[in-house]
């Protein structure tokens, strides 16, 4: 779909460095500690729009303005279409979902199923394979999206919601018009303005999906949740993508857009908010509900501050931006209109019950977060984790926080300076507990008492070696986590080993405990796991845990010559092996090992110095596991592969072409 917006003709001279540099500049801009009034209210016009941006761009001492001297120029690109329990029985068995923070509120994913079927996004390709009763599994459907980077989808009985970018790559310069110049005399290609793309298909006849709703917004596909009938999608779009200065005195505006079932629109000015608060680094966060039943669609679009993290309870969600005072000295340069020496996060809360959307409040707290486990809402108050400081600057150390809020962001309580020196690694809000890692050498694992949010308290805390990156439940007095074990015993910092799992016993609170742990491999082994919760697969039911495993090995000898040196020898593992590692895990028992299922050939088995997929590049590496009755599934971009779940025996395995 066209953009109705000057065109401006010129050659891309600047590097990729320089303009990375001034993303981040925009991204991490100071605060301004001028008068605010907090309020939300609309554009009257576009006029007035462009006027509040040279506004924001000129208090923030110009950062992030960019001129048509640099000839950054943007365009928008074409719409696309779509193109091309037991092993058997009738009625679906158990089946595992994707593991998600808050009930309720399902999370997109790569892989989802729905007992019979499994939904899988693979090299760009979405398949469709029936995959109960497992002797009848094959693909059923596969098709890619013309001109779409697929992200994730859902599955809501016979609907399948797709999301992605739009964007095509091409080199400069842009002429008058649109049209392209010879773009292979220049070394540089660089993309246009993303659209997100939310395609919703038909699935009833699983052998022939058909697309019957699409929407098209721009700016880039941030995430997506699924509450009841409802599809909440967000889209950011930076501001210099809307606000261009063509010189000092010069500027244009391109006005966002949303295509609905190939009908485009620009957004009205009037269905524009923001929010009068000291926030210099704007993005439009355009907010969709997409009603599954009956096709609405409602949309609003914020000018709000850079959003890295998103938190969504079943009525709101709640969008977090960090802000570092410090930030732009690393660019030689200083704000002469910040006065803030703090770093904060700014917090935003948008409802969204029943398919509308409001914005309801905005709050800040100090510090930055680690993701969207360091924020929760529990019995209309919002609590939220975080690190502040740093231990790389002179007078400076980190410490950590635990703040709630009132549901209009008003802070009412605060533990501060828990931990100083160590950061925040892992957090877990449960009801009236949390639960808190923080780690230099040790693993400090805090419990914190919520039930009076007026009166938080830390009441336990467990030091031992290693560190949890993600905290789970394993019913209400335990906890798995799973991080990286340390060893402390030789030189002068924690030297990281290999991927350790722990079982802790909180049923007394004030004095958590390490009942039973595993450590696999050496230095060097990882998961995925640890950074996307949607990796980890567990069931208290059937005593199961399962997740994706790089494993790195060192021999006794490389140990060996590492603790004579007292940690001055190098100590690296080598790549022996990837898969899906299982795990029975009880209270009785703790962990016990299964097996392990991967999908490399032989040939990469033997031979590894040959194959990139040692580096977690490899389209062989399994990053989804989910079980349908007695049946494991096991997937990467090369394939899904069947087994018992019992013996772990392979039943079958169909390959994506």
Known sequence: MEKKTKQLTGILLVSLLVCASLVAIVVFSPLDQGAYTYKVDTFESYEDLLSFLKKRFESAANQGRYYDSMNIVFAKSESGEANDGSLGGEAPPSYSTTNVQVVGVDEPDIVKTDGTYVYVVANQTIYIIKAYPVFEAAVLAQFRITNVSISNIFIRDDLLVVFGNSGD??????????????SGRLGMWWDDIQQTVINVYDISERTNPTLVKEIRIDGGYYDARLIDDYVYVVATEYTYQIFYAVDEKN????????????????????DIYYV??????????????????????????????????????????????VHFPYYPLLFGGESTSSTSTEEITIL????????????IAQGKVSGHILNQFSMDEFNSFFRIATTAGNNWMEGSQTSNNIYILDENLKQISKIENIAPGESIYAARFLGNRAYLVTFVRVDPLFTIDLSDPYNPQILGELKIPGYSDYLHPYDEDHIIGIGKEVDTSVGTFAAIQGLKIALFDVSDFKNPKEMAKIVIGDRGTDSPALYDHKAFLFDREKELLIIPVSLYEITQEVKDRYVASQGM?????????QGAYVYQLSLETGFEFRGRITHQTPEQMQHPENYYWYWGMSNTDITRTLYIGNVLYTFSDSMVKMNDLQDLSEITNISFS
């Open 251 to 270: 500027y244009t505006l391109s006005i966002p857009q949303i295509c609905i079932d190939n009908v485009t629109e620009n957004i009205s000015s009037g």
């Open 169 to 182: 790559f091409y080199g400069y310069p842009i002429l008058e018009d649109g049209l392209k110049g010879d």
């Open 569 to 577: 020898e190098p100590l690296y593992g080598e790549f022996t092996f």
């Open 276 to 321: 009068d608060v000291p926030e210099l680094s704007d993005t439009m966060t355009h907010v969709i509900s997409l009603n599954l039943d009956t096709n609405d669609v409602i949309q609003k679009s914020f000018m709000l501050g850079s959003s890295q993290t998103m938190y969504v309870s079943k009525h709101s969600i709640f969008l977090a931006s």
């Open 348 to 359: 935003h809360k948008i409802s969204i019950d029943a398919g509308e959307i409001d914005y």
